[in-house]
């Protein structure tokens, strides 16, 4: 069973950075993706960034050129830099994985991002 366990969260000011990490443990044949997804309070979980299994990376318009998403692909840690930080993507940040062949996605448990003066 796969396992994920996020950290990094906390609270900043506005312009702000921070660095979430996602590590992952247990058993993965392999994997097809590795995400970022957030919540904030009412709101459906969104996708915010993602790596593909040949590299390829994808990110919400909402945060182009501000953050970037790196796999190390040795220990399969997932990093989210979050740089120029607003208000609005304060959220509850979570790391989701995506098996491959099977597409059985894990999700952890989540770190809380607050941008806030």
């Known amino acids: 069973q796969v396992q994920l366990v996020e950290s990094g969260g906390g609270l900043v000011q506005p312009g702000g950075s921070l660095r979430l990490s996602c590590g992952v443990s247990?058993?993965?044949?392999?994997?097809?993706?590795m995400a970022w997804w957030r919540q904030a309070p009412g709101k459906q979980r969104e996708l915010v960034a993602e790596v593909l299994n040949r590299g390829d990376t994808n990110y919400a318009n909402s945060v182009k050129g501000r953050f970037t998403v790196s796999r190390n692909t040795v220990n399969n840690t997932l990093i989210l830099q979050m740089n120029s930080l607003k208000p609005e993507d304060t959220a509850v940040y979570y790391c989701?994985?995506?098996?491959?062949?099977?597409?059985?996605?894990?999700w952890g448990q989540g770190t809380q991002v607050t941008v806030s003066s």
């Open positions: 989701r994985l995506v098996a491959g062949g099977t597409g059985i996605p894990s």
């Open positions: 247990g058993s993965v044949f392999s994997i097809y993706s």
